[in-house]
């Protein structure tokens, strides 16, 4: 794969249209970004859960915190990574474009869930359950092979490929018009459901396969398989995935710590690991520490220390391997390939996270509590769209947004209308509805 061809601001759906620049310092990137903050999707991110409740007198991350504080470290770590390369490439005729890696990569980390269903990575699972083990189970003849990988394996990650790209009613042709680098920089799964395997991930349904190759075979990205699909990854992917990972395990921790669900003296140990290779810093941050009195003060200084340095550590990873990720044979991600100090502390924030935290009360209680939800509006949702001719699909169809289309006479397009209706709603808005269609709540007479 080739640089000068691998970042293009062609927007997707607006091929033919030239749009004259106003102002050379906006770029087509920057405008990425601009359109994703300013959009309906992006802002019902305030709603949906990250990991822990929606928080009543402590405040913890949700969605829209989580992919603006992905976003402020996926900059920083594209811009150390651009800066790298421009001493390496700065001969060359094209180097300018590493100027613009920061907002290609602090939009796609804006963009990367906005996909994802409500109740956090439970809701899901509860969609993609609902068909392989739930009443969903009986529609089967209704799909293709491929198509039935796509609601059996459903993923916020192609969901989100979907949400940038897909032309609903009565909406302009492409999507968000996106520019292709950066919708191939949120596709951290280049392949078709059926290649999903045991992890159910992958980076598009089949109504957007044709839309994929195209953006992916523009930007020379390399093909690995033709049937079924697969592409390598994009390259830039490879900073968008670091800084997700870096934010929700470090992040998370400092959720735990205000939850009170971790100690101070557990969170600190985890945080200073990171820097056991180096004595004189260990000692200059105890030194820092002891001059503040509040624990939650040292854990948001750790935390900022502990992700400049990931952010140090990710970028050179990224140079170092670059000819192996321009050939598409890098495996793993920046942070297994990070020096081992720093790789052994991660992995032990990771196992510290899914003993402590992702299995706390609080956390399996959202998880049951939306499965329960996701499950009865599925149910309801897809025998509305099944049987329209019926009394109560007809109400219920009234209520859904016309830009979703549950009229479409292909029945897959129509499921895909309900799964767009379904992964778009907040956490409050999925529990009014689920109150409201069991008769637990009215409108005030």
């Not at 903050?37 to 305030?46: A, E, G």
């Not at 820097?275 to 002891?290: A, G, I, L, P």
């Not at 169809?397 to 397009?413: C, K, M």
């Amino acid at each position: 794969m080739e640089w000068p061809k691998l970042i293009n601001d062609t927007r997707f759906g607006l091929e033919d249209y030239a749009d004259p620049k106003r102002g050379y310092a906006r770029t087509d990137f920057r405008r990425d970004y601009d359109r994703l903050v300013f959009s309906s999707p992006f802002r019902r991110l305030q709603n949906k859960t990250q990991v822990f409740p929606l928080p009543g007198s402590v405040f913890v991350h949700n969605r829209l915190t989580h992919s603006l504080e992905v976003s402020s470290v996926g900059k920083s770590l594209a811009d150390e990574v651009a800066a790298l390369l421009r001493q390496k490439y700065g001969d060359r005729e094209w180097a300018d474009i590493f100027y613009h890696f920061g907002d290609i990569v602090a939009a796609a980390c804006l963009a990367h869930d906005l996909g994802n269903p409500p109740f956090g990575h439970s809701g899901e699972k509860a969609i993609s359950t609902y068909f392989s083990e739930g009443a969903g189970n009986q529609l089967r003849h209704f799909y293709t092979d491929e198509q039935w990988s796509d609601l059996t394996h459903f993923e916020g990650n192609a969901n989100t490929f979907r949400t940038l790209t897909h032309t609903f009613k009565g909406r302009r042709r492409g999507g968000f018009a996106m520019t292709y680098t950066m919708l191939a920089s949120i596709v951290k799964y280049p392949y078709q459901s059926v290649l999903s395997g045991d992890k159910g991930k992958f980076g598009f349904f089949e109504a957007e396969k044709a839309d994929f190759r195209k953006i992916f075979d523009t930007l020379g990205i390399l093909r690995l398989s033709d049937n079924p699909v697969k592409y390598a990854r994009h390259p830039l992917v490879y900073i968008v995935e670091a800084a997700d990972d870096i934010c929700y395990e470090v992040m998370d921790l400092e959720d735990a710590h205000k939850l009170k669900i971790l100690t101070t003296d557990t969170v600190i140990d985890t945080l200073m690991d990171y820097f056991s290779d180096d004595n004189n810093r260990m000692e200059r941050m105890k030194e820092t520490m002891s001059r503040v009195d509040d624990p939650n003060e040292k854990i948001s200084y750790l935390r900022s220390c502990v992700v400049g340095k990931l952010v140090e550590c990710c970028a050179h990873a990224f140079v170092d391997n670059e000819t192996a990720i321009l050939e598409g044979r890098f495996d793993g991600s920046l942070l297994d390939n990070i020096a081992e100090t720093q790789h052994r502390a991660y992995r032990r924030t990771a196992e510290l996270s899914w003993r402590k935290i992702y299995t706390a009360p609080d956390v399996v209680d959202v998880e049951l509590a939306g499965n329960r939800i996701i499950t009865y509006l599925m149910d309801k949702l897809m025998h509305a769209v099944i049987n329209p001719e019926l009394n109560y699909s007809r109400l219920l169809l009234s209520r859904i947004p016309t830009q979703y289309d549950t009229a479409n006479p292909d029945i897959y397009e129509r499921t895909l209308a309900v799964l767009d209706h379904l992964s778009a709603m907040t956490d409050v808005y999925a529990l009014d509805l689920y109150r409201k269609l069991n008769g637990m709540s009215l409108p005030a007479v």
